[in-house]
């Protein structure tokens, strides 16, 4: 009966979220207004673009932001009522200061959020479900990819691009 009981868990679980989705994920990262949220919690009806950076980039990052948020204007009004922007830190040295200053310098709304993380083994898990690369070359300094990625609602990547400047293609798959 107990065998019964575990197998029926098991398959609602697994009707619930797919396994290749990020909410999976149990690491908890702090957004540049300083509130903490594991991967259940930003789980909603929205689809997410979401890349990895870092603040002390001095150039591939805020570009990519910028890429990013001319996605964002390229999309229609309905579509953007149906994403969120996330952008997860790769330097587990990142404040949440300076995660806003960087929101703040884009003159970005409250769709795109930045979050942190100190836990370096939480970076890297991200990182290695998305397939995002990067290496730390000296304290504050990383040699990473320009890859964004589009989610849907439950999680899963259902496209990605290699190269910040292509954000735009995203845009073709929101509904």
Not at 46 to 55: A, E, L, R, S, V
Request: hydrophobic letters at 40%; one cysteine or more; a positive charge.
């Amino acid at each position: 009966m107990k065998l019964l009981l575990l197998v029926v868990m098991f398959f609602l679980v697994s009707f619930t979220l797919p396994h290749s989705s990020l909410f999976n994920l149990s690491s908890v990262w702090e957004d540049h207004n300083g509130e903490k949220h594991n991967f259940s919690e930003i789980r909603n009806d929205k689809y997410k673009i979401i890349t990895m950076i870092f603040t002390s980039c001095p150039a591939a990052c805020p570009l990519m932001v910028s890429h990013v948020k001319k996605l964002d204007m390229s999309l229609s009004k309905e579509q953007k009522e149906k994403v969120e922007y996330l952008f997860f830190s790769i330097d587990p040295l990142d404040k949440k200061e300076t995660l806003a200053a960087f929101h703040k310098k884009f003159s970005l709304d409250a769709r795109f959020i930045f979050f942190r993380n100190k836990n370096e083994a939480s970076i890297l898990e991200l990182a290695a479900v998305l397939g995002f690369k990067y290496k730390k070359i000296e304290k504050n300094l990383y040699s990473h990819g320009t890859d964004v990625y589009l989610l849907n609602p439950e999680g899963e990547i259902i496209k990605q691009v290699k190269e910040s400047f292509n954000a735009i293609e995203l845009g073709k798959k929101i509904p």
